[in-house]
Structure formats: structure tokens, C-alpha cells
């Protein structure tokens, strides 16, 4: 019988270990990590130091995640279309203007959102934006829903449009590597053919492990952009700029990218730091307006840039003065391509997502598209609603279609007032079964269930605007994972207590992320496809309210 058609209970994993087993299990997990390249530098390392000496596993999981085959299938598929989808979002220049604008949309109540577009349209304004191209390495985040009644399915948590390196900047947790993933795939393979997992579990065999190549997937769209600059009459020696954030611990997982284009495409690439690019970058002034970065360690060179990849600038914090708001804009307007544009980056909003789930929104942004490919796109969405809602209409079920009156209102929301606007005062009544969520990255910054109300008492009429209500998923119960913590450096003096607390059982959430490219402009686009996944496996938060922000780690995917 086939593994898949195995019954599953999600409350009775992980498999049972013996203490003898267990350790094994750890040895071998974290030594295959450290030989895959699984990586980053410690806390605490100089990271303004000489070439790194020294460096730690990043925290991973024992077993590989379960996902139903069916619906990890589906996210895969499903993918091509949110490239397109977002594609043509970040080209509607009206939409986002409307949406995220700081003259009518989330930008007049968020400063950093609002600077960006800003400065986006003063280049727009005085046509000072020569590549209509855009470039996207996106990924799409999941959560395993299971209702108590119901189809149990994946819905999306949010959609990224710009690279991360972490989750916030004050919040405590691992590293979100787009491209360690590959290297995580290994550690269930390798300890499937080594232990056979001491034949714990059934359903670990390898055919339930899926395969995975994000690195070679995510070269391929830089390169397909590199290669698009180059056609209109760019410098074939032009090379990649990664934009990253001084003391990058991850810089490990970014080399893998620069080696994968350098090897395979044999294009170069050069990192720099915001802060070194306001005085090392430059666009020409002639017709051509390419981008030149003089390298640090070349103060006589200058190099011609293809493609822009942010690994940095997705946080207010990281433009500390105007001077680093200029120097992104003058990369904008630049002909280089870049990933993402801001308008991109704008279209990756929660305001986005929300108002996505209104009725005829999808479409608009898909036309031509068959409406059964928009009911399964419409699938994957969790019900949401801005605080700042006025009317019903605009507070309905996303799951609706076009044959579907989405403008319901849900039965327990009271009627608006002249105090308090529709959509707080629905957040307020069905508090218990939701998430708050702000403009800014990281969840971090969401309030949860019980504490809404009273962060609704104190949030300003006018700061509503830049807050999303967002119905919770209803993640699988009781599900378990071993969690090995991070590497160490403190090798010397290691207790036994220590050293058993290497790994932790505790109830777990995991989430799946789907990555993909899309290169577009111009109102098509060019090339695009589903390149990979990464799964990060949290200890579930005491309040069941979302994911801990504590310890957190890479997992992998088992199908069943």
C-alpha cells in the first residue's frame, strides 16, 4: 500500500524516540549540516572583521514537516498565477497609487510607505524611470488550515515581494533563508538512508520527500533580467548588485545565489551596503542612464550594474536619513532592472492582500483568465478587512466569487456608528478569532485575540487605515516537533544539561513558503515560473494566537 494512502494523525507526530535514538538523530542532523553549508555566523562574531573564521548550523528539525500531498501540490500550481498576479499589480500604477499612495491610500498614515512613493512618484512625475522592466523573486507564505468543519486546505499568510534576511528587526528569531532550504532537504534524506528514522513512522520513505532547487530556479530569474539588459544594448560584463545590511549574519545562504550566477550563467556580482552606495553609485547622465557602483576595493573602477537585487531595504530602519532614501531612488531611476522595483515593493503590502479579497479585484488584475483558475487562486485567502472600513461592502468573505455576493457582512458584526468605523467595531465583536496585522514586516507587531480590544482602545482614529484584520488559521493541534537548537561556539564547556537540551520536543507550527519569478513590464509578462520552497517550523504561542517569536527553525516537507 501506498505510503500516502496511510492514515494520518497530525497530533501523533513526531514518531516516538528512544533517548539513544534521539541522540543519534542529533549527531547525524547537525553534522550533515555542518558539511551541507547549512549555515551563518554566530552571535556576537565582528562582523566588520577579516574573512570569517569561525561559523554555526542554524537551528533545524529532527522530522520533516507533514503536509498533505494534495494540497502541497496545489500551492506549487497555483504559484505561476500569483506571479502573474502580483506582476500586473506592481504595473498598475493607478491601483497602487489609490491602495498604498500617500496622497489617498496607506502611505499618508505610514511614513515609510509613504517616503517610497514618494519619491517613486516624483521619478514617475519627471520621467525619470527609463527600464519599464521589473524583476521578482517572490515567495508566498501558507499555513495548513484545518476547520472544525470543512475542507482542511492551505491559506496564505502574506505574499513577499522583496528578499528578507529576518523577520524584524526586534524580534527574536532564525534567519529566513530563501536558498538554505536546499541544504535542509538533505538532512531528511541523509538521515532516511542512514537510520531509516529507526522505522518510526511509515510515511517516512523518501518518495514523500519532495525534491527542491531554489538556488538553481532563483538564478534563472536573475539571470533571465541580466540577460534582458543586455539585449537592450546593456554591457555584456554588466553585473548583479545584492543591496545587503551591514552585519548580515546570513551572508552564507546570499553567496550560494552569487556562485550558482557565476557558475552556471557566468555573471559576476558585486554586494554593497546602503550606506556605501551613497557614495560609490552613479547613474549616467546620457540617454543610456546605466548604473555605476565603484567597487570598495577599486576606488579607479567602475562597473556597469544589470540587475539590482535587494537583500535590504524592506524596513524603515534601514534608511536612517533622507541620504539613504535618495540613494534608492537614484537607483531607480537608473536603467538597471530592478528586483523589486518600488512599486513592487509596494504591491507586497498587507493592504494589498486585503483588498485583493474584494469582489472583482482578482479579476482585474487577471484578465482572460478562466473564472475557475480565480476560484482556486481565491482559495488559498483567509478573510480580511481594513480597520478604517466604512462600509459593509468593502468587510466581506475573500472565499466569495463572482457569483457570490461578497459584501455580506459577517452576522456578528454590529452596524457602524458615527464613532467608531464598521471595521473596528467588527474587529472588536469577533476579536477571539482574529490577528491584527500592521503595514510593517514581522509578526512581531501583530496583536492577537484578547488583546485587540484593548489595543483598539488606544489606537488613534487615524492610524486605522494602516492596520489589516485578518481571520486566524486554524493550524493543526497537538502537532509535535524535535527542534535542535543553533550551533555553538561554547564547545569547551558544554554541560550535559546543555547538551540534552539540544534538541526540544514542543507543539509546533509550520509554514510552507513557494517561491517563484516573474520578469514583466510593459503590460506583460515576459517569463516566469515556480522555482522551489522552504518550510520554517516555530513552537506554537502560549495564546495560540500565532506563531511564537522565540525559537524557530528550518524544516523540510513530508508528504502524506
Given at each position: 500500500m501506498a505510503s500516502s494512502s496511510i492514515p494520518f494523525n497530525f497530533a501523533e507526530w513526531p514518531p516516538s524516540l528512544s533517548p539513544e535514538q534521539q541522540t543519534t538523530l542529533v549527531q547525524k542532523a547537525t553534522t550533515r549540516a555542518l558539511a551541507t553549508g547549512l549555515l551563518y555566523l554566530p552571535p556576537g562574531y565582528p562582523l566588520e572583521s577579516p574573512p570569517p573564521q569561525a561559523a554555526i548550523h542554524a537551528p533545524l528539525s529532527l522530522f520533516p514537516a507533514p503536509f498533505s500531498r494534495e494540497s502541497f501540490e496545489f500551492a506549487q500550481e497555483i504559484q505561476s498565477l500569483y506571479n502573474v498576479l502580483y506582476s500586473h499589480i506592481a504595473m498598475d500604477t493607478e491601483f497602487l497609487d489609490e491602495i498604498m499612495g500617500a496622497e489617498k491610500g496607506v502611505g499618508r498614515v505610514d511614513d515609510f510607505i509613504g517616503e517610497l512613493w514618494k519619491g517613486w512618484k516624483v521619478l514617475r512625475d519627471s520621467n525619470s524611470v527609463p527600464q519599464p522592466l521589473h524583476l521578482g523573486l517572490f515567495r508566498s507564505d501558507y499555513l495548513y488550515h484545518v476547520p472544525p468543519e470543512g475542507e482542511a486546505f492551505f491559506?496564505?499568510?502574506?505574499?513577499?515581494?522583496?528578499?528578507?534576511?529576518?523577520?524584524?528587526?526586534?524580534?527574536?528569531?532564525v534567519v529566513i533563508p530563501a536558498l538554505f532550504k536546499q541544504a535542509c532537504i538533505r538532512i531528511p534524506r541523509h538521515l532516511m538512508l542512514s537510520t531509516s528514522y529507526f522505522n518510526s513512522s511509515p510515511h517516512l520513505k523518501l518518495e514523500n520527500l519532495p525534491k527542491n532547487d531554489t538556488i538553481a530556479g532563483l538564478a534563472k530569474g536573475i539571470a533571465a533580467g541580466h540577460a534582458a539588459y543586455v539585449s537592450h544594448g546593456g554591457s555584456p560584463s554588466s553585473k548583479i548588485l545584492f543591496v545587503v545590511q551591514a552585519g548580515e549574519r546570513n551572508v552564507f545562504d546570499q553567496r550560494w545565489l552569487e556562485y550558482e550566477l557565476l557558475e552556471k550563467h557566468s555573471i559576476h556580482s558585486i554586494r554593497q551596503t546602503f550606506e556605501e552606495l551613497i557614495t560609490s553609485s552613479s547613474v549616467d547622465t546620457s540617454a543610456s542612464s546605466s548604473l555605476k557602483i565603484t567597487p570598495m576595493d577599486s576606488p579607479n573602477e567602475s562597473i556597469e550594474i544589470s540587475v539590482v537585487y535587494y537583500r535590504a531595504g524592506y524596513m524603515p530602519h534601514e534608511y536612517p536619513s533622507q541620504e539613504y532614501y535618495s540613494t534608492r531612488f537614484k537607483l531607480e531611476s537608473s536603467r538597471a532592472i530592478k528586483c523589486p522595483t518600488i512599486p513592487l515593493q509596494l504591491a507586497g503590502g498587507k493592504k494589498v492582500q486585503e483588498v485583493l479579497g474584494r469582489k472583482g479585484l482578482v479579476e482585474r488584475f487577471l484578465p482572460g483568465v478562466p473564472q475557475s483558475q480565480v476560484d482556486r487562486l481565491r482559495k488559498t485567502f483567509m478573510d480580511m478587512w481594513g480597520l478604517d472600513e466604512d462600509s459593509p461592502g468593502a468587510v466581506g468573505d475573500v472565499t466569495s466569487t463572482s457569483t457570490t455576493d461578497s459584501a455580506s457582512p459577517s452576522p456578528s458584526a454590529p452596524p457602524p456608528t458615527s464613532s467608531e468605523s464598521f471595521g473596528t467595531q467588527r474587529a472588536r465583536a469577533e476579536h477571539a478569532t482574529l490577528v491584527l496585522k500592521p503595514q510593517r514586516e514581522g509578526g512581531?507587531?501583530?496583536?492577537?485575540?484578547?488583546?485587540?480590544?484593548?489595543?483598539?482602545?488606544?489606537?488613534?482614529?487615524?492610524?486605522?487605515?494602516?492596520?489589516?484584520?485578518?481571520?486566524?488559521?486554524?493550524?493543526?493541534?497537538?502537532?509535535?516537533?524535535?527542534?535542535?537548537?543553533?550551533?555553538?561556539?561554547?564547545?569547551?564547556?558544554?554541560?550535559?544539561?546543555?547538551?540534552?537540551?539540544?534538541?526540544?520536543?514542543?507543539?509546533?507550527?509550520?509554514?510552507?513558503?513557494?517561491?517563484?519569478?516573474?520578469?514583466?513590464?510593459?503590460?506583460?509578462?515576459?517569463?516566469?515560473?515556480?522555482?522551489?520552497?522552504?518550510?520554517?517550523?516555530?513552537?506554537?504561542?502560549?495564546?495560540?494566537?500565532?506563531?511564537?517569536?522565540?525559537?524557530?527553525?528550518?524544516?523540510?516537507?513530508l508528504l502524506v
Open positions: 491559506k496564505q499568510v502574506e505574499f513577499n515581494t522583496i528578499s528578507r534576511s529576518f523577520t524584524g528587526k526586534h524580534r527574536p528569531s512581531g507587531n501583530n496583536v492577537y485575540k484578547s488583546d485587540i480590544p484593548a489595543f483598539l482602545d488606544g489606537l488613534p482614529a487615524h492610524e486605522r487605515e494602516a492596520w489589516i484584520a485578518m481571520r486566524l488559521i486554524e493550524v493543526p493541534q497537538g502537532l509535535g516537533g524535535w527542534l535542535v537548537r543553533a550551533g555553538s561556539l561554547d564547545y569547551g564547556g558544554s554541560s550535559d544539561k546543555s547538551r540534552a537540551e539540544r534538541a526540544v520536543k514542543a507543539e509546533v507550527v509550520s509554514e510552507l513558503g513557494i517561491f517563484g519569478w516573474a520578469l514583466f513590464g510593459a503590460g506583460k509578462v515576459q517569463g516566469e515560473e515556480e522555482v522551489g520552497w522552504l518550510v520554517r517550523t516555530k513552537g506554537k504561542d502560549s495564546n495560540e494566537g500565532g506563531v511564537a517569536t522565540g525559537f524557530s527553525v528550518l524544516d523540510s516537507v
